[in-house]
C-alpha cells in the first residue's frame, strides 16, 4: 500500500497558515495598542505645556499688581548662592547629576521637588528691572508647576521612571524651573541659545549662513568671534529644520561638501560643527559668489523635496567691503532677481539677515539687502558689540509671527539627546508664550516640559534614538507651518530692537512700536529690591552646594559615585513576548516534523498498525487545536497604562 499524503499535506499547510495568521494578527493588535499609547504620551505632553503657557499669560497680565511685587520680596531661590528648603540627595534611580564632586568622582546631588529655581546669564549682581519684573510674575505660575511634578510623579511611575523638568525661559535669558538644583557654572546657561527655545519661538525653517572667511576676518580676532556665533546658531536647530553652512572669500563654497540643505541632526549639527572649527581666514571678499551660492543651495533642496517646508531664513555676515566680483548694484539686483525666483517658482518667501562686523563692515548693500527682503541688518562693533546674540536673535522675527495666524496649537519637539541633569536620554516640547492683549502678540519667552524616554523603550521596545522615531518627532514638529504676517511698521520695530535707529527702513517712526517693544510696569520704584529668599551660599564652590551622599540634605564632600544606567521594566514583557512567540512557532514545527497522517485510503506494501495511525492523526489534530487555541488566548504583554541642563 502506499501512503497518500496530499490530504494530510494540505491540512497541515491551512493550520499552519491559521497559526502564523494568529500571530500575525496578534502582533498587529499588539503593535497598534503600543502605538496608541506612545500617541497618547506624546498627546499628554502637549496639553501640558499648552497649559503651563496660559499659566504664565495669565501671570504676565498680573505682573504690575502691587500684590506680585510684595510677594515676590524674598519670595525667590538663586541656583547660584541659595540654599533649596526641602532639598533631599536622592537615589540614583531617582535623580543623580553626573558630575565632578573632587578629584574623578562622580555623585548625586541636592535636588529640590518643592520649589522652582531661578537663573538668568551673566552677573547675578544688580539684575535689571527687567529680570526682576520676569521674576516676579513668573512666581505666579510656582503653585502650578509644584502640582504638575506631583501630578507627573503619579503619571510616570506607571513606566518605572521619574518626571523631568518643567521650565520657562523668558526673552530676556531668565529660567524658572523645578525640580530646583544648583548650577555648576553661575550664570552660563543663556535658555535663548537651546534647540528647545528656537524651535518653539520661530517653527521649522530652512536656514543658510553665510560667512565671510576673507583675510580681513584675520583683524581683531573676528573670524573666532564668528565662529563661535556661527556654532551657537548650528546649536539651537532642531530636525524639523534643514541648514547649510557656506564660506566665501575670493570665491564661495559650501562647507561639508555638500550641494543642497541637510537635516540638522545632531550628527550632522556636529560635523559642520567642526568644519566650521577648522576654517582660516584668506582671500577677498566677493558677495555676489555668496549669495549665488546660497540660492543655489536652497534651488537644490525646494527641487529634490528636501526642504522644511516652511520660512527660509538667511544669514549674512561680513566684516568688509566688496572687493571682487560684481559690485552693489549688481548684488542687490541678484539677490531681488533671486528671492522672486524663489516666491514664484515654489511660493516659499525668504528672509534675509544680514550682519556687519566691525567698523570696516559693508552697512550699504547689506541693510538694502534686509530692508528689500523684509529682514533685519545688525551691525556689530568690535569693541562692545556681542555677534553671538545677534546672530542666534534672528528667531525673534519668525517668534512674532508666531503668535498670530492660527499658531496657537503649534508644539516643537527636538531630537532626542542625553539630559545633563540625569544621564538618561529625553526629549523636549515646547511653545511660546505671548502678551496677547496687544498687536500683534508680544513675544515672552518658551515654556518647555522634558519627557525621560524609558517609557519609550518599554512600550515599543525601540531605542530612543532610532531612525523611525526621530521621524516621529519630525512628524509632529512640521505638522504645522507657522504663517509670519508682520506689517512693515512691526518689522521696523524689530530693526529698532536689534540695532537701534539706524537700523530701520524709515518705514515708522518710533511712536508706531508700541506692542513691540515690551512696556514696563509703570511704577520700577516698586519693584522687590531683594527677591532672594536667602544667599547662604554665597561665595561657595559647586561642590560645597550641592555634592551630597544618599539619603542627606546637606553637601557633602563625601560622595559615593552612583549613577547606573537604569533597568529598563519594559525588557522582562519583551522578552516574555519573543520567547512565547518561539514557543509557538516551534511547536507548528514539530506538528510539520512528527505529526502522522490521516488514514485515507491507505495501500501499504507492508503491515501497519492503523489504530495507531489513527490515533497519532487524532493526537495531531488535538495537539494542533490546542496549540491554535494557545496562541488565540495568549495574552499581550501589557505596558502600563498610558533636564536637563535643558
Wanted: hydrophobic share 40%; glycine share 8%.
Amino acid at each position: 500500500m502506499m501512503i497518500n499524503l496530499f490530504p494530510w499535506i494540505v491540512q497541515s499547510g491551512v493550520q499552519l497558515f491559521l497559526a502564523v495568521g494568529s500571530l500575525q494578527l496578534l502582533a498587529s493588535m499588539a503593535s497598534t495598542d503600543k502605538e496608541s499609547e506612545v500617541e497618547s504620551i506624546f498627546l499628554k505632553l502637549e496639553s501640558d505645556v499648552r497649559t503651563f503657557r496660559d499659566e504664565i499669560e495669565r501671570a504676565y497680565n498680573a505682573r504690575c499688581e502691587t500684590k506680585t511685587l510684595a510677594e515676590c520680596h524674598k519670595g525667590n531661590f538663586n541656583d547660584c548662592f541659595s540654599m533649596y528648603p526641602n532639598q533631599q540627595c536622592l537615589k540614583a534611580d531617582e535623580f543623580a547629576l553626573s558630575t565632578t564632586c573632587g578629584v574623578g568622582v562622580s555623585c548625586n546631588t541636592l535636588w529640590d521637588k518643592t520649589i522652582s529655581k531661578i537663573s538668568f546669564p551673566g552677573s547675578q549682581d544688580n539684575p535689571s528691572d527687567s529680570i526682576i519684573e520676569t521674576i516676579c510674575y513668573s512666581r505666579l505660575a510656582e503653585p502650578f508647576m509644584v502640582e504638575k511634578y506631583k501630578a507627573d510623579e503619579e503619571y510616570w511611575g506607571r513606566y518605572g521612571v521619574q518626571p523631568s523638568a518643567t521650565y520657562f525661559a523668558a526673552h530676556n535669558g531668565l529660567f524658572r524651573s523645578i525640580p530646583a538644583y544648583h548650577q555648576e557654572v553661575c550664570g552660563a546657561y543663556d535658555p535663548r541659545h537651546r534647540p528647545y527655545f528656537v524651535a518653539a519661538s520661530s517653527g521649522p525653517k530652512d536656514v543658510v549662513l553665510v560667512l565671510d572667511v576673507s583675510g580681513s576676518m584675520e583683524d581683531y580676532g573676528r573670524m573666532d568671534i564668528a565662529k563661535e556665533a556661527a556654532i551657537t546658531v548650528v546649536g539651537t536647530l532642531t530636525v524639523a529644520d534643514r541648514f547649510a553652512v557656506i564660506t566665501f572669500s575670493s570665491n564661495a563654497s559650501q562647507l561639508g561638501g555638500y550641494t543642497g540643505l541637510i537635516r540638522a541632526t545632531i550628527e550632522n549639527q556636529n560635523q559642520l560643527v567642526q568644519a566650521i572649527k577648522e576654517l582660516k581666514p584668506q582671500g577677498g571678499t566677493n558677495f555676489n559668489n555668496a549669495f549665488a551660492n546660497a540660492f543655489d543651495a536652497l534651488d537644490e533642496t525646494i527641487r529634490n523635496e528636501a526642504t522644511s517646508g516652511c520660512n527660509i531664513a538667511i544669514l549674512f555676515m561680513t566684516d568688509g567691503q566688496v572687493s571682487e566680483g560684481p559690485g552693489a548694484v549688481e548684488v542687490i539686483s541678484l539677490v531681488n532677481e533671486r528671492t522672486k525666483q524663489l516666491e514664484m517658482n515654489f511660493s516659499r518667501k525668504t528672509t534675509i539677515f544680514t550682519f556687519s562686523l566691525g567698523k570696516e563692515a559693508d552697512h550699504t548693500i547689506t541693510k538694502t539687502i534686509a530692508c528689500n527682503t523684509g529682514g533685519i541688518w545688525t551691525p556689530v562693533s568690535d569693541v562692545y558689540g556681542d555677534l553671538i546674540s545677534a546672530m542666534s536673535a534672528y528667531y525673534k522675527l519668525f517668534a512674532l509671527g508666531l503668535g498670530v495666524g492660527g499658531n496657537e496649537d503649534f508644539a516643537a519637539w527636538v531630537e532626542p539627546y542625553k539630559f545633563y541633569t540625569r544621564g538618561v536620554i529625553g526629549t523636549t516640547v515646547s511653545v511660546p508664550v505671548y502678551d496677547r492683549s496687544v498687536t500683534p502678540p508680544l513675544f515672552l519667552g518658551v515654556v518647555a516640559v522634558g519627557w525621560d524616554m524609558s517609557a519609550i523603550k518599554q512600550i515599543l521596545g525601540e531605542e530612543a534614538t532610532s531612525s523611525t522615531m526621530l521621524e516621529r518627532f519630525v512628524a509632529r514638529s512640521t505638522a504645522l507651518c507657522p504663517k509670519i504676517e508682520l506689517s512693515a511698521c512691526e518689522l521696523d520695530a524689530l530693526r529698532f530692537l536689534s540695532g537701534g535707529e539706524d537700523a530701520t527702513c524709515a518705514v515708522c517712526n518710533t511712536t508706531d512700536y508700541a506692542g513691540i517693544v515690551p512696556e514696563t510696569c509703570p511704577f520700577q520704584s516698586d519693584l522687590p529690591k531683594d527677591p532672594w529668599d536667602n544667599a547662604d551660599m554665597a561665595g561657595k564652590g559647586y561642590k560645597e552646594k550641592a555634592c551630597c551622599e544618599v539619603g542627606k540634605n546637606i553637601p557633602s564632600d563625601s560622595c559615593p559615585a552612583v549613577h547606573p544606567s537604569p533597568i529598563e521594566k519594559g525588557n522582562s514583557d519583551q522578552i516574555i513576548i519573543i520567547v512565547v512567540t518561539i514557543l509557538a512557532m516551534m511547536g507548528v514545527i514539530f506538528l510539520l516534523c512528527f505529526g502522522k497522517p490521516h488514514e485515507t485510503n491507505v495501500q501499504v506494501p507492508v503491515a501497519v498498525p492503523v489504530g495507531n495511525n489513527v490515533n497519532l492523526a487524532s493526537d495531531n489534530i488535538d495537539m494542533m487545536s490546542s496549540s491554535k487555541n494557545a496562541s488565540m488566548a495568549h495574552p499581550r504583554a501589557s505596558a502600563p497604562p498610558a533636564s536637563v541642563n535643558p
